[in-house]
């Protein structure tokens, strides 16, 4: 049996500006209940890929804090584990600050990691992806890589930067910015499966084609230039894409229609998530809730509509709250009325009565703030 | 207080609890859900965890596989720790031959070893089906400071309720002079909460006295307490203030639910004191979702419910589901049950895994709390 590990990849993620300007998008609040690298790492363990390596870029604290010992997503708590690799030295040179120098950092001060496969994957496309039938279907290929991609039929809105592939005979043959020029698009998820040689081989030529490339420009230098053959694999399922701030509210949002939720969140393949020992959402006798998600610890005494509530947040009486996300402990005080706003964590809203954004215009209040 | 490894607690936790009816058909008593997320064996077990007691046994005999799994290695209330030690205990066979406990003190006497094992000064012998948030601390204090041989909880009591009740009389000193087991005529309104704080060579000595005993029933109440009162021992009263229920019965049980549902304010879960919360399991559910034309009022809610109808003074449980124009008030409704459209259910438990079929009518006018399982276990 070979044996396979899981290397999740944070150094690609994008910026979506105020919310993750302290922390990385990993640890970033969903839902109200969840980080946006559960899902990675629970599409590892449904997998049964118990070996994890968390590639951090930045913010380890964050991550370190959601995370905690790795067990709520481990299967076998002595054999498997899930271990969090930084390269120190590229903290003080940013550019350099690479996935690969990352790995590259890893097999020069310890011993290679140990094992014949990698699945590797980023957090920023969330989905429920089985990885078993991928890895069973590239080790019978015996290609160098497998790369795994969804067929959109919204390309010149959404995936806006991500690679486009040109596949033929289930190869990909070209790797191009989607510039948004085309509505159908094989956009790659930047998930791939590859062996030990491989992945060696891309960390050493990558000192030859250039010190600043991450893996995936190395995978799309190496598709473009026909050095591998890289296999291209289509999954089926559901992917939100998290790639900019409008990304991460709208999706939340359509998160709320039942039909759009099951399809992210499958039977049998439950996200795993950090416990925070809450007590049950609280209801005020006045509390008006529609078409909305409520997290635990809430205590809800005033009008919430079509919006996400996130841990022991307070809605005081006759404030309502429409259209928004609220991050943990944040307090929305009494007749304030909120309308397309997303609050970062511990913030208070005590003086100001009224915050009206728009869809296209959301008004972000940063993390601890006052107003 | 005296050092935390000197001190050991034991939760009894192996009665029927025959008057929950068929909440506990197949669930031990300690085990049954309870505002919304938790169970009630998670009060008594977080409060050791929050008290600092490294070394817990559960005593356990009624179907006793679930609780078993439920309580593990003791993780889910932080008691794996390195200095921590937390034993489910069974009836086992022994030298001696098997047999089930006979009573509530029997249940500790054929667990000596674990006991002398653990080599406590201090044994807090607790139930595990009583709802009350607290730490031992103070208690433990007190015993320790008076030298006490026990130290009983107490707790004020309505007169009018006290029969129902092991009676406590005291001193100025707080000491017990005098005590009744559920008496007609009580002579002062001091219940025992069935909490007690022994010094375990007084307590190991009086096991092992009761164990030859033949006529006697083995049981704290009304074996070891009153011997230790006969032989003029010392027994202390410890004034507990504050919120405590005995959740035995389905009216009880329905009652304090809803006491945290009205938001009464008396057991505060959403004080935010990080040093004295509850602790259970998690469920790896999405966060609770209210429908459009769903509403929640004086109710609590855990996540992974989906409420599409009308919920008002109720708990919600995790995994419920109440579905659009269904009407729910009064109600606890434990996890993965399902109201189905147009059913109208009012002063009720209902049972795990139950489902309540559309537009059926359950107690609407009804005063009584009634319990409804349709689960097929």
Known sequence: ?371 | MASRNKVVAMILAGGKGTRLESLTKKTAKPAVSFAAKYRIIDFPLSNCANTGINVVGVLMQYESTELDSYIGNGEKWGLNGVHCLMSTLAPRQTEQGANWYKGTADAITQNIDFLDNADPEYVVILSGDHIYKTSYTDMINLHEQTGADVTISVIEVDPSEASRFGIMVVNEKDEIINFQEKPKNPISNLASMGVYVFTWKTLRKYLLADDKDPNSEHDFGKNIIPNLLKDKKKLQAYRFKGYWRDVGTLKSLHEANMDIALDKKELNLYDGDMSNRIYTEDVYSVPQYVGKKGSITRSIANQGAIILGNVDSSVISTGVTIESDAKVTRCVVMENSIIKKGARVHNAIIAPNSVIEENSEINVNGDEVVLINTAKK
């Open chain 1, 1 to 371: 049996m070979s044996k396979i590990i899981g290397i999740c990849n944070l150094h690609n993620e994008p910026h979506l500006g105020e919310i993750t300007k302290n922390r990385p998008l990993a640890a970033l609040s969903f839902l109200g209940r969840y980080g946006i690298i559960d899902f990675t790492l629970s599409n590892f363990s449904n997998s049964h890929i118990d070996k994890v390596y968390v590639l951090v870029r930045k913010g380890i604290v964050g991550i370190r804090k959601h995370i905690g010992s790795g067990a709520i997503y481990t299967n076998n708590t002595k054999t498997g584990s899930i271990e969090l690799l930084i390269n120190e030295k590229g903290l003080s040179n940013k550019p350099f600050n690479t996935d690969i120098n990352n790995l590259r950092s890893v097999i020069n001060e310890q011993d290679d990691l140990d094992y014949d496969y990698a699945v590797i994957a980023p957090t920023h496309f969330l989905s429920s992806m089985d990885f078993r039938p991928i890895v069973k279907q590239h080790i019978e290929s015996g290609a160098a890589i497998t790369s795994i991609y969804t067929h959109v039929s919204d390309a010149n809105r959404e995936y806006i930067n991500c690679r486009k592939y040109k596949i033929e005979n289930g190869i990909v043959k070209e790797s191009t910015r989607n510039v948004g020029r085309t509505n159908e698009a094989d956009i790659s998820l930047e998930t791939y499966i590859i062996s030990k040689k491989t992945l060696r081989k891309i960390i050493a030529d990558s000192q030859k084609v250039s010190e600043l490339y991450s893996i995936n420009d190395m995978v799309n230098y190496m598709i473009n230039e026909s050095i591998l053959e890289v296999n291209a694999y289509e999954f089926k399922g559901y992917v939100i894409p998290i790639l900019s701030m409008e990304d991460y509210i709208n999706h939340s949002l359509d998160l709320l229609n039942y039909h759009v939720r099951s399809k992210l969140f499958l039977p049998d393949w439950p996200i795993y998530t950090t416990t925070h020992n809450t007590a049950p959402a609280l209801y005020g006798k006045d509390a008006e809730v529609q078409n909305s998600f409520i997290a635990n610890g809430a205590i809800i005494k005033g009008k919430v509509t079509n919006s996400i509530i996130s841990r022991d947040v307070v809605i005081e009486k006759n404030a309502s709250v429409n259209n928004s996300i609220i991050f943990t402990k944040t307090l929305i005080g009494k007749e304030a009325k909120l309308d397309h706003v997303l609050c970062d964590k511990n913030v208070k809203i005590v003086h100001a009565k009224r915050l009206v954004g728009t869809s296209e215009d959301v008004i972000v209040i940063s993390q601890g703030a006052n107003i």
